[in-house]
């Protein structure tokens, strides 16, 4: 059985068990948050599609911690003057354990 849920802007295909991590979610780590943008659910070849979401559906996670990415350097040039420019950045995230996936 897999779901695919929205949040953040994002689509994730999840299942019971998986760990992923998603945009920060404002709820303290070993706590629950539900997900209930469900845009589908495949529970064994019966497939329920949303318009645009399941109705009732919801997945159920668990806050595992909050931290950041991995830095990216953003490196701008240009060669025939002497521009460039050097710059780095690090994402939040929110790695979450899913739960259940209830339809």
């Known amino acids: ?11 994730y ?5 998986d760990v992923l991590r ?3 979610l404002e709820v303290e ?4 948050f539900t ?5 589908l659910i495949d529970n064994d070849g019966d497939l329920k599609v949303g318009q645009p979401i399941v109705a009732g559906a919801t997945v159920e996670a668990e806050v595992i911690t909050h931290d ?4 990216v350097i953003i490196f701008k040039k240009k060669k025939t003057t002497t521009y460039q420019r050097t710059q780095g950045h690090r994402q939040y995230f929110t790695e979450v354990r899913i739960k259940a996936i209830k339809a």
Do not use: N, S, W
């Open 1 to 11: 059985m897999y779901a695919i849920i929205k949040t953040g802007g994002k689509q």
């Open 13 to 17: 295909r999840v299942a019971e068990g």
């Open 22 to 24: 998603v945009e920060t």
């Open 29 to 32: 780590p070993k706590q629950l």
């Open 35 to 39: 997900f209930d943008q469900v845009l």
């Open 68 to 71: 950041r990415a991995k830095k």
